[in-house]
């Protein structure tokens, strides 16, 4: 009987956090102003961005945080994709931590891939349909 792979399934859940965060990136650089500027917060972004410069950093830097972001989206789902055949353990409670643990970390990616998407749109597309 195969031993279930408790550190690929580890892997895997720390692959899902990690796109989150920085598929998070991209929502921080581009989506995140335009919603402020849309709701007329303009002096909220303003404030946000005295508070913490690094945000600017983020916008001046995009191409490399949105290809960063995607590696570790590809990377992740890649894991996601290997990791759903894993065998989990034959105790009853185990196995539904485990089944419990996919479902969380496809769930995480998941959102991780609908901030990308968002982030891409303010970033890239959003100017093109303003010009």
Known sequence: MPTPDF???HRTRMASVLSLFTS???LICCAL??????LGAGAVLSSLVSVVPQLVWFSEH?????????VMLAVSG?????????????????ARICTSTRRTSFRV???SVVLFLIGGFFAF???????
């Open 7 to 9: 550190e690929g399934i």
């Open 125 to 131: 597309v959003a100017p093109l349909l303003n010009s």
């Open 24 to 26: 998070t990136s991209t």
């Open 78 to 94: 890649i894991m996601q994709w290997r990791a759903r055949q894993l065998p989990c353990p034959i105790d009853p409670e185990l």
């Open 33 to 38: 102003p335009a919603l402020l500027v849309a």
């Open 109 to 111: 990616y998941v959102f």
């Open 62 to 70: 995009k191409e490399p945080v949105f290809a960063f972001a995607t």
